[in-house]
């Protein structure tokens, strides 16, 4: 027997599946009870926004994050990578600093001129 957590429509629901020799059998659920969802961690921050602002330019979802808080950046070196329409864009620091503080996390939605990191 195995136990899987399923995710339908955004309630999980945990099932049991019991393996037998050889031919595939249906996948009957069982104890469907809901689970609770994980919550997500808070994004990095040194504590205090900075004057630089490096935004979103389109809606995505953050693949990566590239830096962290107090790290030194050059302008154009990689912050973030943005997936939108099915593609990979990387993300560049506007100038030389320091990074102040990172306001997302890896796998959240953004919208367009959204902060997402913010420079010193």
Known sequence: MKNYTITVNGKSYEVSVEERGGASAPVTPVAAAPVAPVAKAAPATSGSEGRVKVVAPMSGKILGIKVS?????????VVAVLEA???????????DGTIASI???VGDSVE?????????
Do not use: F
Request: hydrophobic share 40%.
């Open 69 to 77: 808080p107090n790290q030194a950046v050059k302008k154009g070196e």
């Open 85 to 95: 329409m099915k593609m990979e864009n990387d993300i560049v620091a506007l100038e």
């Open 103 to 105: 306001n997302v996390n």
């Open 112 to 120: 367009t001129n959204q902060t997402l990191v913010t420079i010193n």
